[in-house]
């Protein structure tokens, strides 16, 4: 069947040369089945859509659903020449990002000098202290139980864990140059996120230690043999790993806005998001998802092994085995207490549109003092540990 065309409208003829119109419509298709098209991203376009065509009175079951007495091709150039200043707009707002900028902290000159002489001195304690402990563990065959095994894992990573974070910031400190790649940016993240969920595994994995040591002390040995150990530890390490990799593939997936400056010294996933041209609601999702897997979950696990551990240690026949019990458990419960304890002032703390000053500090709290304050933790509040550090390092380096 022919189509017919108004009098005032001429079918042009198209050349092989000529690219066809970008316009992602059928004319086969009703107005109806195309009043949100692909290209839609924001709310407000979709409502000037609508209204367009509620004015124009589109929406009609008169020739192919366009207006009256005007072909699709008119009504579709129409449209185009409405919609051109929307796109443009937005491929002026979505820019290809190579670096971003790390604020960091207002400080002055003299008082970023001091940041610097202080974030080296805690990142020479943390990682001199946690190096101490691997050592002193591998060394001394009194300590090559599982708790210690899984104390040496735990050093390794808080000195991981300080390791992404301080030293980039020391050298923006120092040399005034706060830019940082999209690529180093990612890498910040993924590794700092992967620490964050492993080490929150391997508490959880200390407090099952403990909780088998003290409520089943016969089957103790048998339990957490070599080969159960290792298997806890390589789950620890890797358990978080594909799920930080996705959140962070995502994060860096979005397009962003002209804007490159994190208002953050280090990349964090919350600032960043704050700079995306488009919809996160599937990363805050994801994140969510993350902190409850990750965080919840193991935070339940040691809230129950100590509810046990507990109840066991309060029905002892002697104070004397109680306070041994205790002391064992001392030096994990305050570790976890100072990494939940950061964790939730940092994450649920109001936070506006812009990252606030407030929320650097607690960032830069949560990152530094579990990680400074573990070595002096468990070597201050566990014998076999300072019996250990006399004999292998004490004596040794004592002229006699």
């Not at 000159?109 to 591998?138: C, K, R």
């Not at 240690?313 to 002697?318: C, D, Q, Y």
């Amino acid at each position: 069947m022919m189509r017919h065309f108004p009098r005032d409208v001429v079918p042009e003829a198209r050349e092989e040369n000529n690219p066809p119109p970008s316009i992602p419509f059928h004319t086969s298709s009703t107005c109806r089945e195309q009043r949100e098209p692909p290209f839609v991203q924001k709310g407000h376009l979709a409502e000037d859509i609508l209204k367009h065509v509620e004015e124009r009175k589109v929406i009609r079951n008169i020739q192919h659903g366009f207006t009256k007495s005007k072909s699709c091709l008119t009504n579709l150039t129409a449209f185009n020449d409405k919609m051109n200043p929307y796109e443009e707009t937005m491929n002026l707002n979505q820019t290809v990002v190579t670096e971003f900028l790390l604020l960091g902290f207002s400080a002055s000159p003299e008082q970023q000098i001091l940041l610097f002489v202080a974030l080296l001195a805690i990142y020479l304690v943390t990682v001199l202290g946690n190096l101490l402990i691997i050592l002193v563990t591998l060394m001394d065959p009194s300590l090559h139980t599982s708790m210690y095994f899984f104390l040496s894992n735990l050093s390794a990573l808080e000195m991981g864990y300080i390791s992404v974070t301080v030293p980039k910031m020391m050298v923006s400190l120092i040399s005034g140059d706060k830019h940082i790649t999209l690529v180093g940016c990612a890498v910040q993240m993924c590794f700092f996120l992967c620490f964050g969920s492993t080490e929150s595994s391997f508490l959880a994995t200390m407090a099952y230690d403990r909780y088998v040591a003290i409520c089943n002390p016969l089957y103790y040995p048998m339990i957490m043999n070599k080969k159960v150990c290792v298997l806890l530890a390589v789950t620890s390490w890797t358990i978080g790993i594909p799920a930080q990799v996705v959140q962070t593939g995502l994060v860096f997936s979005l397009p962003f806005c002209s804007s490159k400056e994190i208002n953050h010294f280090f990349c964090d996933p919350a600032p960043l998001l704050l700079l995306a041209c488009a919809d996160t609601s599937i990363n805050e999702t994801l994140t969510y998802t993350i902190v409850i897997f990750f965080g919840l979950v193991p935070f339940a696990l040691i809230l129950f092994s100590y509810i046990r551990i507990i109840a066991t240690i309060l029905i002892l026949p002697s104070d004397e085995g109680k306070r041994k019990s205790f002391s064992t458990c001392s030096s994990h419960l305050i570790v976890v207490a100072l990494f939940y304890g950061s964790g939730i002032l940092l994450y649920l703390w109001p936070q506006p549109n812009e990252f606030p000053e407030n929320g650097k500090l607690l960032s830069l709290f949560y990152t530094l003092l579990p990680a400074t304050l573990n070595p002096f933790i468990y070597s201050l509040r566990n014998r076999d540990l300072q019996t250990a550090l006399k004999r292998n390092v004490w004596y040794k380096m004592t002229p006699r």
